[in-house]
């Protein structure tokens, strides 16, 4: 079974950055789609940055205006999201979860459509 594990989490004040790694255990789980989800008590979980990793294709959720960047590394074994002028309305738990990519080479938003996820890391934004 394919472990994903996720670290980078903290408590940090508003404006600063924080960039939390991803690494997937499984060689045959590289070169899908990982994504990064958060979630907040009470709220669904909502995307937040996918990266087809064959070809490094990201996409982001619209609310990010390009505060966030996913990457990879190159051997594929972790993939990162590096959070910058983070706001309170950022905290939240932060999960990775990987998935098969749709046609396209396309990375769903949907968290139905992700197989294996990852046991979060906590992000807190203080004001």
């Known amino acids: 079974q394919v472990q994903l594990v996720e670290s980078g989490g903290g408590s940090i004040q508003a404006g600063g950055s924080l960039r939390l790694s991803c690494t997937a255990s499984e060689y045959t789980y590289r070169g899908q789609c990982i994504g990064w989800f958060r979630q907040v008590p009470g709220k669904e979980r909502e995307a937040v940055a996918r990266i087809y990793q064959g070809l490094g294709i990201a996409f982001y959720a619209a609310f990010l205006k390009g505060r966030f960047t996913i990457s990879q590394d190159n051997a594929k074994t972790t993939v990162y999201l590096q959070m910058n002028s983070l706001e309170p309305e950022d905290s939240a738990m932060y999960y990775c979860?990987?998935?098969?990519?749709?046609?396209?080479?396309?990375?769903?938003?949907?968290?139905?459509?992700?197989?294996?996820w990852g046991q979060g890391t906590q992000v807190t934004v203080s004001s």
């Open positions: 979860a990987t998935s098969a990519p749709r046609p396209g080479n396309y990375c769903s938003d949907r968290d139905e459509q992700y197989s294996y």
